[in-house]
């Protein structure tokens, strides 16, 4: 198609998505990149450009797994003017302060992506046509506690409580989370939360069957 026409940005998009699959993210960021060089006014196409912004998702993640987490976040701001309330792009953000111990963007990021995926489910047509990638139940769960982690490591420990109120019952089938939100705890001498926390998994023990190596506390 590319042979045919040099300016077919559809065929760029879509070679985007295969090198992404075939985990080549310079491959990907290159036709990623050229197929928004060349994309056409939305007057001119006639069509929903916004489809193709999807790709600033594509490139983050390309940059985030080159470990070019400064790149990614460029990327990441440029798409946010395009699309303020953009789901995957807040999911990346997250992702990059995770990665990089940065949790002043853990917390933008969780905060923003957790905002807009309860507005899409109310009103599910906002996403047009687009893609959007990250708004599994899963995905959901592990930005929540990538966001208590957040607050935790911010010393805001009442937001973070608040967080585990709300998916306490969730991360009973998550006992690496459980594990690692312990040590967090321990680590800040959170213990109040720690007696909360670790008392409802006590009292729900015999509802799941989940072994937890509870970090030593004295």
Not at 133 to 162: C, H, P
């Amino acid at each position: 198609r590319i042979d045919i026409d040099p300016n077919d940005y559809a065929a760029y998009f879509y070679l985007c998505q295969v090198y992404m699959q075939m985990e080549q993210p310079e491959q990907a960021i290159k036709y990623a990149q050229h197929c928004l060089d060349i994309l056409p006014s939305e007057k001119k196409s006639g069509i929903d450009i916004s489809f193709y912004y999807s790709l600033y998702h594509s490139i983050a993640m390309s940059y985030i797994a080159l470990s070019k987490y400064d790149t990614a976040i460029d990327t990441i701001r440029k798409g946010l003017k395009l699309l303020p309330d953009e789901i995957d792009l807040y999911y990346d953000l997250a992702c990059i302060g995770v990665f990089s111990n940065n949790f002043d963007l853990v917390v933008e990021g969780a905060e923003n992506y957790l905002r807009v995926v309860d507005e899409f489910r109310n009103k599910y047509l906002r996403a047009g046509t687009r893609f959007v990638f990250s708004t599994s139940e899963a995905i959901q769960l592990t930005v929540e506690y990538w966001l208590m982690s957040g607050y935790i490591a911010k010393e805001r420990l009442n937001d973070a409580l608040k967080v585990w109120e709300r998916n306490r019952h969730l991360l009973l089938n998550k006992p690496s989370f459980l594990k690692e939100l312990l040590v967090n705890l321990e680590r800040k001498e959170a213990w109040d939360f720690i007696k909360k926390a670790v008392l409802y998994l006590f009292e729900n023990i015999d509802k799941k069957c989940v072994v937890i190596q509870y970090p030593k506390i004295d």
